[in-house]
Every structure is written in C-alpha cells, then in structure tokens.
C-alpha cells in the first residue's frame, strides 16, 4: 500500500494540506454548530437587545482554531515521523500536561506555554482586557507553530515517497540486522 501512495501524481504539499484541511474542518465544524447554536439562544433570551451575533464564533476561531491547527500538525508530524500511532499517546500526554497547568490558572492563564487557554470567571471582563496583548500572541505563535510542523510533516512525507524510513521502519530494521 505505500508504493501505491507515495507513488501518487499529486504533490507531497497538495496531499498533506488537503489531509490537514479536511481534518481541521471536521474538528472546528461541531464547534462553529455549537456557536451558531449558542448564539441563537442567546439572542432569544434577549430579543430586544443590540448583540454581537458572531462573537460566539470570532472567539471559536479565535480561541479555539489556533489550538485545533497546533494539535493536528503536531499528530500529523509525529504519525509521519514515526509511522506509529505514538502521537495519539504525546497527544494524551500534552493534553494532560496542559490541563494541569491551567488548572493553576483558572482566573485566566494565556501564557506561551498553554495550547488551551484557560478564562474560567464568569464576569472578569478586566483579566481578559488586561491580558489581551498576552493572548494574541499566544494564538498567533501556535497558529505559526501549527505552520511550521505542517512544513516539516510536508518535507518528511516528501523525504518518505523517495525512501526515507520511519522511526519505526528503521528501528525494525535495525533490530533484525541484530538478529541475523
């Protein structure tokens, strides 16, 4: 099967961005239906009110795809590389790892190293104002970041249609040379 696929006429940069796209899609897609759902409800709870009828979805795209684009590339990098399904393990291990260290931050933590921000107080409008600076920098360098592992995902899959052998490919193979 993978003579077959990396044998393809499509480029290595069309495969793995109609992959990446397609995934985003369906994971951002239940989220935007959610939103739209939400803000439906919302406006019928205040009908005679001036209200913003896409903030509910500025902020998925704001606060969420940044997060879901950083999450796919990382799992497509770390499935190119290994050719396992060690990066549904890393995912679980950074999910983990994240959550733990939003748990300390729940009044709003929008440093570097969280991939999901934390604004858990209902009404503190001041620390989301305060550290709005803090939070586009944050979304815009995972967005970049999610970018670059989608370019290294794209140079790997090209480096594999020409041979190169996974983590795994190479560890079994090392490990028969030791056998024989």
Not at 10 to 36: E, G, N, Y
Not at 156 to 162: A, C, D, G, H
Request: hydrophobic letters at 55%.
């Amino acid at each position: 099967m993978t003579t077959v696929i990396y044998s393809r006429s499509i480029s290595s940069f069309q495969l793995v961005m109609t992959r990446f796209l397609a995934v985003v899609c369906a994971t951002i897609l239940p989220v935007l239906f959610v939103a739209i759902y939400e803000t439906y409800r919302v406006v019928s709870l205040y009908p005679n009110e001036l209200l913003d009828y896409f903030a509910f979805v500025e902020h998925a795209f704001i606060w969420l795809l940044p997060t879901i684009l950083v999450v796919v590339a990382f799992g497509f990098f770390v499935t190119e590389w290994s050719g396992t399904i060690l990066a549904i393990v890393l995912q679980f291990a950074l999910f983990f790892v994240t959550m733990s260290i939003g748990l300390q931050q729940m009044e709003g933590g929008y440093s570097l190293g969280l991939i999901a921000l934390r604004h858990n107080i209902i009404g503190n409008t001041q620390v989301y104002v305060d550290h709005l600076q803090a939070l586009w920098i944050n979304r815009v360098s995972y967005t970049a970041l999610a970018f670059v592992l989608l370019g290294l995902t794209i140079g790997l899959y090209e480096q594999k249609r020409k041979g190169m052998r996974t983590a795994y490919e190479w560890i079994q193979h090392v490990l028969h040379a030791r056998r024989s």
